[in-house]
């Protein structure tokens, strides 16, 4: 597995292979959550290349398997989305990919959250020594769990 770190407002073809990465890794969550109301889904050609944060990939090959989003903030950081190919899920990409930007957050606070019924995401958090922080139900329904790893 090689890991590396483009920007996808940089190369479209490259974002939209990512785009296209984030909506298969989120329709595996939305249904192991039971909705499709989560914002990852609602990416397009135009929004996706327009969050600024910053991004790490994993590639088997030429093959995108998975990536985590996150952006620095004035008190840490915040781990946006992690998604891996679903054909490869178990396999230890986001463990991967978690490990190497952590790795790169010594010593910062790191938040993120994830649908408060994705135990395997939670589980995988907690592994990297994320707390949970609270549950709580966005607008439109959906329940998430915060993490927090100081």
């Known amino acids: ?3 590396s770190r483009p920007d996808p407002a940089l190369d479209k073809s490259f ?3 990512l785009l296209r990465l984030q909506l298969d890794a989120y329709r595996t969550q939305a249904d192991l959550i039971g909705t499709d109301r989560l914002n990852s889904l609602a990416a397009d050609d135009v929004t996706f290349p327009a969050w600024r944060g910053r991004y790490l990939v994993a590639w088997r090959g030429t093959h995108l398997v998975g990536a985590v989003a996150w952006r620095t903030t004035t008190d840490g ?14 396999e230890g990409i986001a463990a991967a990919l978690l ?6 957050l010594t010593g910062v606070r ?4 994830t649908g408060r019924d994705n135990t395997p995401g939670i589980a ?3 592994r990297f020594g ?3 922080l609270a549950d709580e139900q966005e607008p439109g329904g ?6 927090r790893r100081s």
Do not use: C, G, N
């Open 130 to 132: 994320f707390e949970q």
């Open 77 to 90: 950081a915040d781990i946006d989305r992690v998604m891996v190919e679903p054909s490869v899920h178990r």
């Open 99 to 104: 490990e190497a930007v952590l790795a790169d």
């Open 15 to 17: 974002a939209k292979s």
């Open 142 to 147: 959906l329940w998430i769990t915060r993490l």
């Open 1 to 3: 597995m090689i890991l």
């Open 110 to 113: 790191v938040d993120t959250w």
């Open 124 to 126: 995988l958090y907690r």
